[in-house]
């Protein structure tokens, strides 16, 4: 296959090309006021991996295609710190920023009970983010780094990496749907930050779901290969990593939530689903344990944005 940008181009004419490879360059550290200098030349002058850096831009340009030609060529423990830069870049600067948006847009106050809500949706799709890449951080990379270093890791297989990003990205488009479909800006100028937030809402939500492809198309086949080349070492990750994936629900569990965003408490529930209060308790510590969220109000804006309850159901309960 042909790559569209090479080592010898200059760096300019690449951002000249696609203005998205700022992003890139942004989140690697590299400088700029790098004058007429080539891609190599900048990288080097930056310690940046020059290949990193290729199949990060001709992946944003070409998408998968690029996939063959760079799976045995990318340093892969560049590309661990790429995506840490990138987990940081979340963390600290664009979901904080995007929340800020939000606030002043919605007119937020605890009085207002949507938007009260809506920021509380917001903060839980945050904190989702930041688990899973703190799982990334402290449990996948470490296990990898231990691998290019020629270490096979007991019980570690990159492929259950993959399954880690399904639904990432459906609490951020059940809220922004909330936002879209239900709420009314209470002053034109409202409106017009409301817009503006949508607008960033849906980058973020591209840019999340293009990391994520990112790690599925580029990362883990990459590794993949490096385990192929490295003494069997089982196909089970360690149980603690399991168990971080696993959030979902069971359909008994889902009704009892539902039950909490109405208002029920555990005996209305234990009658309404025929079961016993000490069954009830059992289901709201394991729905507790998976969700992390402890307080019923928690659970009402969990049911809200996962789409259990309507907020016509849960009016009366909030
Ligand atoms: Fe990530
Ligand atoms: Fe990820």
């Known amino acids: 296959m042909s790559l569209i940008y090479h080592e010898e181009d200059k760096l300019y004419d690449v951002i000249q090309d696609n203005s998205r490879v700022l992003q890139i360059m942004s989140r690697l550290g590299m400088p700029l006021g790098f004058g007429e200098k080539s891609v190599r030349q900048v990288c080097e002058d930056s310690g940046v991996d020059t290949v990193t850096f290729l199949a990060l831009a001709n992946y944003m340009k070409l998408g998968k295609e690029v996939v063959y030609y760079f799976i045995d060529k990318i340093s892969v423990a560049s590309f661990m710190d790429y995506l ?14 995007i929340r800020r948006l939000l606030v002043e847009a919605i007119n937020y106050s605890e009085a207002n009970k949507v938007a009260f809500l809506i920021i509380k949706s917001y903060d839980e799709y945050a904190e989702a983010v930041k688990r899973h890449t703190d799982l990334e951080n402290t449990k996948i990379f470490p296990n990898v780094k231990l691998m290019v270093s020629g270490h096979p890791v007991q019980g570690f297989h990159i492929s259950n990496f993959i399954r880690s990003h399904e639904g990432m990205d459906k609490k951020l488009t059940e809220l922004r749907n909330i936002v879209i479909k239900y709420y009314n800006a209470p002053t034109s100028a409202h409106q017009e930050h409301l817009y503006a937030v949508l607008i960033q809402i849906f980058n973020l ?32 990750m360690p149980v603690e990593v399991k168990e971080e994936m696993r959030e979902s629900l069971s359909e008994r569990e889902k009704d009892l939530v539902r039950c909490v965003a109405q208002g029920m408490s555990n005996k209305e529930i234990a009658a309404k689903l025929f079961i016993t209060v000490n069954t009830v308790i ?22 809200i944005v996962n789409g259990l309850v309507s907020l016509d159901e849960v009016k009366n309960a909030i």
């Open 282 to 303: 059992t289901h709201r510590k394991n729905i507790t344990r998976k969700l992390n969220i402890h307080s019923p109000a928690g659970l009402t804006i969990y049911a």
């Open 84 to 97: 840490i830069r990138c987990h940081h870049y979340f963390h600290f600067f664009l979901l904080p920023y």
């Open 205 to 236: 939500e591209a840019d999340m779901r293009a990391h994520c492809e990112l790690e599925d198309s580029l990362f883990v086949p990459a590794v993949q290969l490096i385990e192929e080349q490295l003494p069997e070492n089982g196909n089970k």
